[in-house]
């Protein structure tokens, strides 16, 4: 069964401090696999996207690694702001079909001044 | 350029009542996607749709549910007869293509709640 999950279901930092957030999926085919943000009341917005062959992709402080081999991805916050609070959602595609897209139940990450 | 567009934001149905959710995407999108998210939970796939036509509805209700995506005008997802279970966050989003890398836009989301 195509899943994906991902830990914690929630973190506290401080503002100012790193953390990172882990994704384990069991989807197959695998295609790629998206990071996204969401505010909360707000849609969805993607962070980053990595293919098979990618084992690493930034957008500014924000850091994701994939590893095929163990399916396991994470996404590293550096120097964190208050803005980042929010549910950061892993996603992996198996095809290019809409309904092979599986969504995780993400992560709840609160940052305290 | 207006992203996505959804309405409304909110809505409150009795039980047994229609809902009818709206959305518009982005300029220059002509493949809309819907999906249900419960609390706590992750956005599950409901239907994939272009202009006119249902090209994937394999995650949505056989009974009660069904969507469009009229040539002029929003789509809309309709929820006839509407049950407490039916109360979530309903998402829409749109791409320009469809496909593996291309990225969907989401709209900000419809909440209905079933009394």
């Known amino acids: 069964k195509n899943q994906v999950e991902q830990s914690p279901q929630s973190l506290i930092i401080l503002e100012g401090k790193n953390c990172t957030l882990q994704?384990?999926?069991?989807?197959?085919?695998?295609?790629?696999l998206r990071w996204y943000k969401q505010d909360t009341g707000r849609g969805p917005v993607s962070l980053t996207i990595?293919?098979?062959?990618?084992n690493t992709k930034s957008n500014g402080r924000y850091t994701a690694t994939l590893d095929a081999d163990t399916k396991q991805s994470s996404l590293h916050i550096t120097a964190s702001q208050l803005s980042d609070s929010a549910s950061y959602i892993c996603?992996?595609?198996?095809?290019?079909?809409?309904?092979?897209?599986?969504f995780g139940s993400g992560t709840r990450l609160s940052i305290r001044p | 350029n207006a992203g996505v567009m959804q309405n409304p934001r909110h809505l409150v149905r009795r039980r047994g009542q229609e809902a009818r959710l709206r959305c518009s995407p982005m300029?220059?999108?002509?493949?809309v996607y819907w999906y249900r998210q419960l609390p706590e939970e992750g956005l599950k796939f409901m239907v994939y749709?272009?202009?006119?036509?249902?090209?994937?509805e394999s995650g949505m209700p056989k009974e009660r549910f069904s969507a469009e995506f009229p040539k002029e005008g929003p789509s809309i997802l309709r929820i006839q007869q509407v049950v407490r279970g039916d109360s979530a966050a309903y998402f829409c989003?749109?791409?320009?293509?469809?496909?593996?890398?291309?990225?969907?836009?989401f709209g900000p989301g419809t909440r209905l709640t079933v009394l």
């Open positions: 989003a749109s791409s320009s293509t469809q496909g593996d890398y291309n990225e969907q836009f």
């Open positions: 994704c384990n999926y069991t989807v197959s085919p695998f295609s790629n």
């Open positions: 990595m293919t098979f062959s990618e």
């Open positions: 996603v992996v595609s198996a095809g290019s079909s809409a309904s092979k897209i599986i």
């Open positions: 300029k220059g999108h002509s493949h």
């Open positions: 749709l272009q202009k006119e036509n249902i090209i994937d």
